[in-house]
């Protein structure tokens, strides 16, 4: 029953800033992971930033020094802070959570639904 609500998207102008949220339901033993990815049109969908159980960070390339990962392990929330947006960043985001339920004995993947943010010039 874990499904993953993402909020935060928008239109913004270049320059500015928006934070994502996602928010899993259910309850787990632990969470291995958390991720943020994104897909453009036309595009494949690749990885922005990810935060492992430990608090270990990485970002891709053309994100780094302007986005950052966070998470909320009591709220199984993870976010995304995303400054000085550029409209290369326009694509529809997505949150992703690898984590052991209550009830299973094997870590599962979960997706959120995508939440658009559009960069404007």
């Known amino acids: 029953q874990v499904q993953l609500v993402e909020s935060g998207g928008g239109l913004v102008q270049a320059g500015g800033s928006l934070r994502l949220s996602c928010a899993a339901s259910g309850s787990f033993r632990s969470i291995n992971y958390m991720g943020w990815y994104r897909q453009a049109p036309g595009k494949q969908r690749e990885l922005v930033a990810a935060?492992?159980?430990?608090?270990?960070?990485n970002y891709a390339d053309s994100v780094k020094g302007r986005f950052t990962i966070s998470r909320d392990n009591a709220e199984n929330t993870v976010y995304l802070q995303m400054n000085s947006l550029k409209p290369e960043d326009t694509a529809v985001y997505y949150c992703?959570?690898?984590?052991?339920?209550?009830?299973?004995?094997?870590?599962?993947?979960?997706w959120g639904q995508g939440t658009q943010v559009t960069v404007s010039s």
């Open positions: 992703n959570i690898q984590g052991v339920r209550l009830i299973a004995r094997f870590p599962t993947d979960h």
């Open positions: 935060i492992t159980s430990d608090g270990t960070t």
